[in-house]
């Protein structure tokens, strides 16, 4: 992309000053676009209350299914843990965030249901967010642009369409739970673009999500506060010193509200566990990224092109007139593609199936808008008027056929009985969620352990802790991600406190990575002061000596 830039920086008769003038100019020259549209504003309402019909239409019972105990543990036991030791950071040591790892214990909190059920149920509802927000970026994207009403409502129907369809409800799809936040700031980051007013509520939320984003998702505050810190660098070349002093001040406003909002020792563990993941999670469960076209594997080499793509089209458009492209949507797509280079480090970082689509997600919506509009430009739409009432209900009545075609648990028929199948999801005992061999386990660890505090695995079946109500003895929980040997120590340290009775060492059911040959001296600790008590089924239980 860099040589393509340079190249096209060289060839392009263009005077080079007038290039950076075009970024840099100040807006109060800058050619704006048209008018606010009300028949956009008029399909966002449609588009969202179908979105909303589409989630009602959901068959809420098709999600009682077998437990992942690895994944849906995560947050399953982290916060059972801040429900019973009535602490975050000290009570476990998290790989993801505040409410990537906490979400159900605020859920729990404020509906007063413990479930997996309503587990599942927050992710579908954030999904249905994911969705709204998305359509929210479309819109403004479309306003921004130099169309007629005629092509800007074509535009923002199908732009909204097709990134919706991205976002299904199969919570495997792009679009988690964890893209909410980084959809919230993008938006926010659109809108400070259409007014660069230095006490607007935009550029508040920016500047606040500084350390918001931390709490949100590890990994979503890292790549939010890279694009704040560009964001600051541009407005600097720009000279808007005052815009930039007011993003500072809001981070700093930030950053001491939540120190002052925590006790002293949960912010310091918040810090010490951030840092700790930050440094060490990528040797922890770093999957190496398949080498471009000579791996032969199909799906990595495309997440690259589809990048490279987009970066084409996003030079090609810094390029054109400001009086064919506005700077806004120059500034829009071009930190769009910034955000989505910045957010394809988590499909880097670990390389499977499920990360490639996350860190994917952003980069569909520069690709969708700028191929959409090189499209529909190009096509007259004198004999169609979609500004016509009847056309526009005809073609949102299409679009929810369509949504609810893409997702194969929805049907119109479930829409009568959703608070019904609802109420059945979150409603459901545990045992529901859990095949034979681990009911029989929980029951019988219950028996053995009814006279201990709390609960220690050796194994990565995260969500037994939560499963048998108990908190864990040690803060590590998820125990491969103390591999690192001052966590270990830790982890030795906590077990010699706690002296739990017995150790789940392990299963034969275990998909993951084998914590006896990662954890060595907490395995060694293990050995030395534990025998063997049973094997119940696949899985092997030690006692303490």
């Known amino acids: 992309l860099s040589a393509y830039f340079t190249a096209k920086f060289l060839v392009v008769k263009k005077n080079h000053k007038l290039f950076f003038k075009n970024l840099l100019i100040n807006l109060k020259d800058s050619n704006k676009y048209l008018s606010k549209d009300k028949n956009l504003s008029n399909s966002l309402k449609f588009i969202i209350l179908i979105i909303l019909i589409q989630f009602f239409c959901i068959d809420f019972k098709t999600y009682i299914y077998h437990l992942d105990l690895f994944h849906e543990g995560l947050w399953l036991t982290a916060s059972s843990n801040a429900i019973y030791k009535n602490e975050f950071w000290q009570s476990s040591y998290i790989g993801r965030g505040l409410f990537g790892n906490f979400s159900n214990y605020f859920i729990w909190k404020i509906s007063d249901i413990n479930s997996i059920g309503i587990s599942r149920f927050v992710a579908l509802f954030f999904i249905m967010l994911n969705k709204v927000f998305l359509v929210l970026i479309s819109k403004n994207l479309v306003e921004k642009t130099f169309l007629d009403s005629n092509k800007k409502f074509c535009l923002f129907i199908v732009l909204s369409f097709f990134l919706i369809t991205l976002s299904d409800y199969n919570l495997n799809g792009p679009y988690s739970l964890r893209s909410f936040g980084l959809l919230f700031f993008i938006y926010f980051l659109l809108k400070f673009f259409d007014n660069f007013k230095v006490g607007s509520l935009p550029l508040l939320i920016i500047g606040f999500f500084s350390s918001v984003s931390f709490f949100w998702y590890i990994d979503v ?323 303490r000596k």
């Open 221 to 543: 505050g890292v790549y939010i506060n890279l694009t704040i810190f560009l964001l600051i660098i541009y407005l600097l070349l720009r000279k808007e010193f005052l815009i930039s002093a007011s993003i500072v001040f809001y981070i700093l406003a930030g950053w001491v509200f939540f120190y002052t909002l925590l006790p002293k020792n949960e912010f310091i563990n918040f810090y010490k566990n951030t840092l700790s993941i930050f440094l060490t999670i990528e040797y922890i469960q770093g999957l190496i990224y398949p080498t471009p076209f000579f791996s032969g594997d199909a799906r990595s080499t495309r997440a690259l092109l589809l990048i490279l793509i987009t970066g084409i089209f996003t030079i090609n458009l810094l390029f054109k007139l400001n009086d064919k492209i506005s700077l806004e949507t120059k500034l829009s797509l071009v930190f769009l593609f910034l955000i989505a280079c910045i957010n394809f480090k988590s499909a880097l970082s670990r390389s499977d199936t499920g990360h490639i689509k996350a860190g994917l997600s952003i980069i569909y919506i520069p690709l969708f808008y700028h191929f959409l509009y090189s499209v529909i430009t190009k096509i007259s739409f004198k004999n169609i008027n979609f500004t016509n009432k009847y056309l526009q209900i005809l073609l949102l009545i299409l679009f929810f056929i369509l949504g609810l075609s893409n997702n194969t648990n929805s049907n119109f028929r479930n829409l009568p009985n959703s608070l019904n199948s609802i109420k059945y999801l979150v409603s459901q005992d545990d045992n529901k969620f859990l095949n034979q061999d681990y009911n029989d386990f929980i029951n019988y660890y219950k028996k053995i352990s009814i006279n201990d505090k709390c609960i220690q695995i050796f194994t990565n079946e995260v969500a037994i802790p939560y499963l048998l109500k108990k908190p864990t003895c040690t803060k590590y929980y998820v125990v491969y991600s103390a591999s690192p040997i001052t966590l270990q120590k830790d982890h030795v340290s906590s077990l010699i406190l706690k002296r739990p009775k017995y150790i789940l060492y392990k299963s034969e059911k275990d998909l993951y990575d084998d914590p006896i040959k990662r954890l060595t001296i907490v395995n060694e600790y293990i050995l030395k002061n534990y025998t063997f008590f049973r094997k119940f089924n696949k899985f092997t239980i030690l006692k």
